[in-house]
């Protein structure tokens, strides 16, 4: 329909001007520091190199792996659907299996390395989409087992190799966000690609097409970090690369005292406000985007039953890249991350109200509502990575940002539950006021330690 194709249209031009203004902003703010570099030593220009450098290394795999992940969500349920199994008992066995396997894996990443960890991931994600291939109950339960392993690898290993080495390479503290509001940005527009793609391959393969196209861009995201990534199972800025490599390999934590990694990450949620208070917010927030991702397709097709769900899929994605985008450009402007994870998550709460005052009324506002909700998910995607690589001691980037996942886990088993029933009862409303609640309660404890997380955020980047 012709309102959806102008929709796309309009989205896509405003990413643009946000691009265009953040690039601006951006060039800007590299002007006034090369001046004042010039003016202090002359120096910088080497470093800057160096972190474009790890900084294309790092995104090129990890949007390669994002556009497959997203390739396999595309069809994951028409394929299910049409081998005529359960899909909500094979979705719940994977969010299960990564509960499961969530608990322990980032302690491995830690302990044995975080390249062999995203190596890994590769290995399991191709040979998932090969078992998706076979129409047995038993091989695609095995299947949604190993991604449960696979999906907790996803969410700490990569992120967490990306901060170790970027602290180990002795980059400033601050050039992280920039790393991670790009990432945003470009997840949100790997996702576009990928409706497209996955089309495409679904004409020419069936179902099935999109996983074979996941298979060739693993594989492919393997060979980069093979050839391009250095390891970086123990990293402290410290330290010298050599001896953070011997300590990591004889398990100790840089004073020749073997490292406890369970028990020290669980320590450290405990005692440091900041983490526990970073990853409350994280798991609340995302259990409401989960929730709210198996709401959007029942909600609109109420209102339009020929409804464009590829199309609107895209805009929606569009509004995650703009959101990624608005974080770089807010940042750079001198707004801080804190604020801005409080910011996103109270207008994301607004959304979902009017989501669930709408949803029965106005297809208008509705959409409008989904709209600005997947813009602020973009912006607190960014939020979330800078906030876990500042608070967040190095050696335990994965093993506590899994542990943060098990509550996030459970929300989202519970989430899907009720998303299934509110929508089967036609009380939709009901489960996005519970979006609406979970985004208010993040908001709230992110409003109470304002403060608090700006000061103990400081003192985690000095530790580190």
């Given at each position: 329909p012709p309102w959806a194709k102008w929709l796309f249209v309009g989205l896509l031009g405003g990413l643009g001007v946000l691009t265009a203004a953040r690039?601006?902003?951006g060039r800007h703010k590299k002007q006034q520091q090369d001046v004042a570099k010039k003016e202090k030593n002359g120096h910088g220009t080497a470093q800057e190199a160096a972190f474009a450098s790890l900084q294309r290394d790092y995104l090129v795999v990890?949007?390669?792996?994002?556009l497959a992940d997203w390739l396999q969500g595309t069809n994951m349920y028409t394929l299910y659907s049409a081998y005529g199994q359960s899909v909500s008992t094979l979705f719940l066995t994977g969010f299960t299996s990564a509960l499961f396997f969530g608990t322990f894996a980032g302690t491995l990443v830690d302990k044995y390395g975080r390249r062999k960890a995203c190596l890994w991931f590769c290995v399991l994600e191709v040979a998932i989409n090969l078992m998706e291939h076979v129409n047995d109950v038993t091989v695609l339960m095995a299947g949604r087992v190993l991604g449960g392993v696979s999906t907790s690898l996803l969410f700490t290993a990569f992120?967490?190799?990306m901060v170790s080495e970027?602290?180990?390479r002795g980059f400033p503290e601050e050039w992280l966000a920039s790393t991670f509001g790009l990432a945003a940005f470009g997840n949100g527009c790997v996702a576009v690609?990928?409706?497209v793609l996955a089309q495409v391959a679904c004409d020419r393969?069936?179902?099935i097409g999109p996983f074979r196209l996941a298979i060739a861009l693993t594989v492919l995201a393997m060979a980069a970090i093979f050839l391009r990534w250095p390891e970086n199972s123990f990293s402290l800025v410290t330290t010298t690369p050599a001896a953070a490599a011997a300590a990591a390999k004889n398990g100790e934590n840089g004073n020749g005292k073997a490292i406890d990694y369970t028990g020290e990450a669980?320590?450290?949620v405990r005692r440091n406000g900041a983490v526990a208070r970073v990853f409350a917010v994280n798991a609340l927030s995302e259990g409401a985007t989960f929730t709210f991702v198996f709401l959007w397709v029942p909600t609109l097709l109420r209102h339009d039953g020929a409804l464009p769900t590829g199309l609107v899929f895209a805009c929606l994605m569009l509004c995650i890249a703009a959101g990624g985008e608005t974080f770089s450009l807010?940042?750079?402007?001198?707004?801080?991350?804190p604020a801005l994870t409080a910011a996103a998550l109270a207008a994301a709460t607004v959304a979902a109200l009017v989501a669930a005052a709408a949803c029965a009324s106005s297809f208008v506002l509705t959409v409008a509502a989904f709209l600005l909700l997947e813009a602020c998910v973009g912006c607190l995607q960014a939020c979330a990575s800078s906030l876990r690589a500042l608070v967040v001691p190095d050696h335990l980037q994965s093993s506590i940002s899994n542990i943060g996942r098990v509550p996030l886990n459970l929300l989202v088993v519970l989430g899907t539950t009720l998303a299934d029933r509110a929508t089967a009862s036609g009380q939709t409303h009901l489960a996005f006021l519970a979006v609406a609640s979970l985004f208010g309660l993040a908001a709230a404890i992110q409003l109470s330690g304002l403060n608090a997380v700006g000061g103990d955020t400081n003192k985690a980047v000095k530790s580190n």
């Amino acid at each position: 329909p012709p309102w959806a194709k102008w929709l796309f249209v309009g989205l896509l031009g405003g990413l643009g001007v946000l691009t265009a203004a953040r690039k601006r902003k951006g060039r800007h703010k590299k002007q006034q520091q090369d001046v004042a570099k010039k003016e202090k030593n002359g120096h910088g220009t080497a470093q800057e190199a160096a972190f474009a450098s790890l900084q294309r290394d790092y995104l090129v795999v990890y949007l390669m792996i994002m556009l497959a992940d997203w390739l396999q969500g595309t069809n994951m349920y028409t394929l299910y659907s049409a081998y005529g199994q359960s899909v909500s008992t094979l979705f719940l066995t994977g969010f299960t299996s990564a509960l499961f396997f969530g608990t322990f894996a980032g302690t491995l990443v830690d302990k044995y390395g975080r390249r062999k960890a995203c190596l890994w991931f590769c290995v399991l994600e191709v040979a998932i989409n090969l078992m998706e291939h076979v129409n047995d109950v038993t091989v695609l339960m095995a299947g949604r087992v190993l991604g449960g392993v696979s999906t907790s690898l996803l969410f700490t290993a990569f992120e967490s190799w990306m901060v170790s080495e970027h602290r180990r390479r002795g980059f400033p503290e601050e050039w992280l966000a920039s790393t991670f509001g790009l990432a945003a940005f470009g997840n949100g527009c790997v996702a576009v690609v990928a409706g497209v793609l996955a089309q495409v391959a679904c004409d020419r393969w069936g179902d099935i097409g999109p996983f074979r196209l996941a298979i060739a861009l693993t594989v492919l995201a393997m060979a980069a970090i093979f050839l391009r990534w250095p390891e970086n199972s123990f990293s402290l800025v410290t330290t010298t690369p050599a001896a953070a490599a011997a300590a990591a390999k004889n398990g100790e934590n840089g004073n020749g005292k073997a490292i406890d990694y369970t028990g020290e990450a669980w320590a450290c949620v405990r005692r440091n406000g900041a983490v526990a208070r970073v990853f409350a917010v994280n798991a609340l927030s995302e259990g409401a985007t989960f929730t709210f991702v198996f709401l959007w397709v029942p909600t609109l097709l109420r209102h339009d039953g020929a409804l464009p769900t590829g199309l609107v899929f895209a805009c929606l994605m569009l509004c995650i890249a703009a959101g990624g985008e608005t974080f770089s450009l807010l940042l750079d402007g001198g707004f801080s991350c804190p604020a801005l994870t409080a910011a996103a998550l109270a207008a994301a709460t607004v959304a979902a109200l009017v989501a669930a005052a709408a949803c029965a009324s106005s297809f208008v506002l509705t959409v409008a509502a989904f709209l600005l909700l997947e813009a602020c998910v973009g912006c607190l995607q960014a939020c979330a990575s800078s906030l876990r690589a500042l608070v967040v001691p190095d050696h335990l980037q994965s093993s506590i940002s899994n542990i943060g996942r098990v509550p996030l886990n459970l929300l989202v088993v519970l989430g899907t539950t009720l998303a299934d029933r509110a929508t089967a009862s036609g009380q939709t409303h009901l489960a996005f006021l519970a979006v609406a609640s979970l985004f208010g309660l993040a908001a709230a404890i992110q409003l109470s330690g304002l403060n608090a997380v700006g000061g103990d955020t400081n003192k985690a980047v000095k530790s580190n």
